[in-house]
């Protein structure tokens, strides 16, 4: 394991006007910041699974997110609207139970917390907003409005 992070590896677009994803330059680093007690801690490891991945595509009916979550039940995930227009989806991996008799070969699924959000654009339906979840698959569908034509009103010209 390489006590070096790769900050390179991460999918976030920093010129995307729609994501409000920080960038943690600790993100994925094996030392534990707030504890010095142990070298590797990873209990407080505050985005072990924030590198949750979701696609966003836009039909013309609505903008549809889809976030893989495997392992996650429904119950396990919030999808929320702040401030009227950020789309927030989040939830809790928790870890598995260690048993004293375990003995461990290899940890490689992440688990803890995870936040993603969303700059809604203006056309889209925020009172409209529905989330299913089938085999690990978050789908969230948010209407869009229809764009109005722009009317044009003939003016009579006096004089």
Same mark, same amino acid.
């Given at each position: 394991?390489?006590?070096?992070?790769?900050?390179?590896?991460?999918?976030?677009?920093?010129?995307?006007?729609?994501?409000?994803?920080?960038?943690?330059?600790?993100?994925?680093?094996?030392? +534990?910041?707030?504890?010095?007690?142990?070298?590797?801690?990873? +209990?407080?490891?505050?985005?072990?699974?924030?590198?949750?991945?979701?696609?966003? #595509?836009?039909?013309?009916?609505?903008?549809?997110?889809?976030?893989?979550?495997?392992?996650?039940?429904?119950?396990?995930? #919030?999808?929320?609207?702040? $401030?009227?227009?950020?789309?927030?989806?989040?939830? $809790?991996?928790?870890?598995?139970?260690?048993?004293?008799?375990?003995?461990?070969?290899?940890?490689?699924?992440?688990?803890?917390?995870?936040?993603?959000?969303?700059?809604?654009?203006?056309?889209? #339906?925020?009172?409209?907003?529905?989330?299913?979840?089938?085999?690990?698959?978050?789908?969230?569908?948010?209407?869009?409005?229809?764009? #109005?034509?722009?009317?044009?009103?003939?003016?009579?010209?006096?004089?």
């Amino acid at each position: 394991m390489s006590l070096i992070p790769n900050i390179f590896d991460q999918q976030t677009n920093i010129f995307d006007p729609f994501s409000l994803d920080v960038w943690d330059p600790f993100h994925g680093f094996p030392f +534990n910041r707030n504890n010095n007690s142990s070298l590797f801690n990873f +209990n407080d490891t505050p985005s072990a699974f924030s590198n949750a991945r979701i696609d966003w #595509k836009e039909t013309p009916e609505a903008h549809v997110f889809k976030a893989d979550l495997p392992g996650l039940k429904k119950e396990e995930v #919030k999808v929320e609207l702040e $401030e009227g227009r950020v789309l927030q989806i989040s939830g $809790e991996r928790s870890r598995e139970v260690e048993d004293r008799n375990d003995k461990w070969h290899r940890v490689e699924r992440s688990s803890g917390k995870f936040v993603r959000r969303f700059r809604l654009p203006e056309n889209a #339906k925020v009172d409209e907003v529905k989330a299913a979840m089938e085999n690990g698959v978050l789908t969230v569908t948010v209407p869009k409005e229809e764009v #109005k034509a722009a009317q044009v009103k003939a003016i009579d010209i006096s004089g």
